[in-house]
């Protein structure tokens, strides 16, 4: 993991293949290091859940997670051994006192670390990596909570105060992070992994640009045309995507806009699960280990709910008005090789270049 | 007979008359989205309901899981991300209300809403602080709803800001001068904070709860405003413009889980069938 900062060109990796697709068990093979550190560039809504079960089979270890905010994910990669660490702003919790999740167990018997944040200081931290700077300036007064005062794993590495160079003020500010990697569900991509991303766009754009590298799913590869006809939804750039997974359904049981809502009885069952590590470890045999691959989810739960069940939760369109990147397009030299600008042909140009002596004998 | 209500609707309710028209409103998942919404629906048609996801300006058509879910993000008026709202909105100074959800809370304001139990040796985690530090820290005003926290002494851990120690302290931490909680709504009654002091006291009292019982909640000697408001009971539109938007939290928590199980039976039982039905 780099640690905010500038650095020297060259040092950072880029993703320049062509194409990059490939199964996200592949993805995780080559790309994720047991021990490295790792953010979601998804927050609660589009989690990149077929990479976590991808993730979690391929029994990589001792992770490091910067969670923004979510529902299951945490809960699945503590149970899983994945991880080892969390910093963490938001885990949403079901049942109340009645129910001790897998990170409550984890954190009993010592088998995860954490750090507290809230959710604009950890995602200012993404941002501040994002944009190879060593720390960033967060909002007053939180030095006297304990999301401060109290430090977690990362220590000192987390906040501190600073004097305001212009007004003499002290200011409270983090650090900036750039984790290893990100996981992150699209829409759609190219093959090339651009990926555009819409809807409630929480913390995509920083968690995406904060790491080394991300692995990209989508609903749909697309042409690269489609790409090129609406950049503005591009937020994970090609260079810094390592791996294209094609995966329908890729964010289920949460939701994605434009192709389906949350599914809250399937997330039923897995809240149920959560209070005993015999059922989350069924729950995980059932829908992790018992597949291999994001179709073979769907087979079971297919298999499970009815076909039906799915086709419940696709969204209907609410379309957006597309934006028009038009312009007249007017070439340099028309239909007939002539330059309105210049008002001459290629030829001309060629002989008044030849008379103000600037061509040169090769 | 009057207008049938549960508790957690009349919180609702009353919630939503803290909601003044033409406000930016930054609202939190549950009680608080069903009373922004209903503030909306009816006294406050012109507030502008903010959430941290990056969503302005949303007009929710039923209660959010969470505060990005499908139900939100149906035509919204300005999608900027998280970073944006917590800096051009929150930290400029356009928030007016913050409305959030309490599960731990002093006499000065102040939340938890990370762990229970001995900070040695936690019971419990919480959500973790979200974005109610920074929302609570800077908006003009905060209103926190309480279903089934409860009020400490001492915070098990101090997530959100509110008055901090009382008095000016709040504002000599560096949060904008005159801002902080201005209300606590919970199932018994309506709590304010004293100018001077910042210490909170009861304010008003819901119909059918007593003054004592309510103390006996409060581990500070709790000061009583004079004369008490009496909570005004919602009107049956009023009800059912919430039971309408928020089934899920008319009925309450424990309530709505069992609802959910019997869903998850039915599809499962049903499903099975199918599939017997294929396979004789």
Redesign the interface.
């Known amino acids: 993991m780099y640690e905010g900062g500038s650095r020297s060109e060259g040092a950072v990796k880029k993703f320049m293949d062509q194409d990059k697709r490939m199964s996200g068990a592949e993805a995780v093979a080559r790309f994720v290091n047991d021990g490295e550190s790792f953010v979601f560039a998804n927050?609660?809504?589009g989690m990149p859940l077929a990479l976590v079960h991808d993730l979690i089979r391929s029994g990589k270890k001792n992770l490091m997670l910067f969670q923004?905010?979510g529902?299951e994910e945490v809960d699945l990669l503590i149970s899983a051994g994945s991880i080892d660490r969390l910093a963490?702003?938001?885990?949403?919790?079901m049942?109340?006192?009645r129910v001790?999740p897998p990170?409550?167990r984890a954190?009993k018997e010592g088998r995860l670390q954490v750090e507290?944040?809230?959710?604009?200081t950890l995602?200012?931290m993404m941002?501040a990596g994002a944009m190879g700077y060593p720390f960033m300036p967060v909002?007053?007064?939180?030095?006297?909570?304990?999301?401060v005062?109290?430090q977690g794993f990362l220590g000192r590495e987390c906040f501190q105060e600073v004097k305001d160079p212009f007004g003499g003020?002290?200011v409270l500010v983090v650090k900036g992070y750039s984790p290893d990697f990100a996981l992150m569900h699209v829409q759609r991509a190219d093959k090339a992994g651009n990926g555009q991303l819409w809807?409630?766009?929480?913390?995509?754009?920083?968690a995406a640009l904060a790491p080394e590298r991300i692995i990209l799913s989508a609903e749909e590869i697309v042409d690269t045309d489609v790409i090129l006809s609406a950049p503005h939804l591009t937020i994970a750039p090609a260079h810094k995507v390592c791996a294209v997974v094609h995966c329908p359904w890729g964010a289920h049981p949460s939701?994605l806009?434009g192709f389906y809502?949350?599914d809250?009885?399937f997330r039923?069952?897995y809240f149920?699960s959560l209070n005993s590590p015999e059922a989350m470890k069924g729950w995980m045999d059932e829908w992790i280990h018992g597949v291999t691959d994001r179709k073979g989810y769907l087979e079971r739960y297919a298999?499970?709910?009815?076909k039906e069940?799915l086709e419940a939760i696709k969204a209907k369109p609410?379309k957006s008005v597309p934006a028009d990147y038009g312009y007249s397009f007017a070439p340099n030299w028309d239909e007939k090789g002539y330059s309105d600008k210049f008002g001459m042909n290629l030829d001309e140009l060629a002989q008044f270049m030849e008379e103000k002596g600037i061509l040169r004998e090769g | 007979m009057g207008v049938r209500y549960t508790l957690d609707e009349l919180i609702v309710f009353r919630a939503a008359q803290e909601i003044r028209d033409g406000e930016i409103v930054v609202i939190g998942q549950g009680i608080p989205m069903a009373a922004g919404v209903l503030a909306r629906k009816t006294h406050a048609p012109n507030s502008l309901i903010v959430t941290?996801?990056?969503?302005v300006g949303i007009d929710p058509f039923k209660v959010p899981?969470?505060?990005?879910?499908?139900s939100?993000?149906?035509?919204y008026s300005y999608?900027?991300?998280?970073?944006d709202i917590?800096t051009t909105l929150?930290?400029r100074g356009y928030v007016d209300v913050a409305f959030l959800g309490v599960g731990q809370i002093d006499k000065y304001g102040n939340v938890n809403s990370?762990y229970?139990g001995n900070p040695e040796d936690?019971e419990?985690?919480?959500?973790?602080?979200?974005?109610?530090?920074?929302f609570a820290?800077?908006s003009k005003r905060s209103v926190y709803t309480m279903s089934?926290g409860e009020f400490v002494e001492k915070l098990d851990?101090?997530?959100?800001?509110g008055y901090?120690d009382g008095g000016h302290s709040?504002y000599e931490?560096?949060?904008p001068e005159g801002s902080g909680p201005s209300a606590l709504i919970t199932t018994k009654g309506v709590f304010k904070f004293d100018e001077q002091t910042k210490e909170m006291y009861l304010a008003g009292i819901h119909p059918g709860a007593t003054v004592e019982e309510i103390r006996e909640q409060v581990p500070w000697d709790l000061k009583l405003a004079d004369p008490l408001e009496v909570t005004r009971l919602p009107s049956e539109e009023e009800v059912r413009i919430i039971r309408t938007f928020a089934p899920d939290i008319s009925v309450g928590?424990s309530l709505y889980?069992e609802l959910?199980?019997r869903?998850?039976l039915d599809?499962?039982s049903?499903?099975a069938e199918?599939?017997e039905g294929v396979q004789t």
């Open positions: 927050c609660l809504t923004q905010g529902i963490v702003a938001y885990n949403f919790r049942g109340g006192k001790t990170l409550d954190l507290e944040l809230t959710n604009f995602l200012a941002k909002l007053r007064g939180m030095q006297v909570t304990d999301v005062k109290k003020e002290d809807g409630a766009m929480i913390n995509s754009k920083w939701e806009a809502d949350y809250m009885v039923a069952l149920a298999g499970k709910f009815g069940a609410f | 941290e996801a990056g969503l899981l969470h505060i990005a879910d499908t939100c993000t149906r035509g999608g900027c991300d998280m970073f917590f929150v930290n990370s229970i936690y419990m985690r919480l959500t973790g602080a979200g974005g109610a530090p920074e820290g800077h089934g851990y101090f997530t959100t800001p901090v709040r931490a560096g949060m928590r889980v959910l199980t869903r998850v599809v499962l049903k499903a199918r599939k």
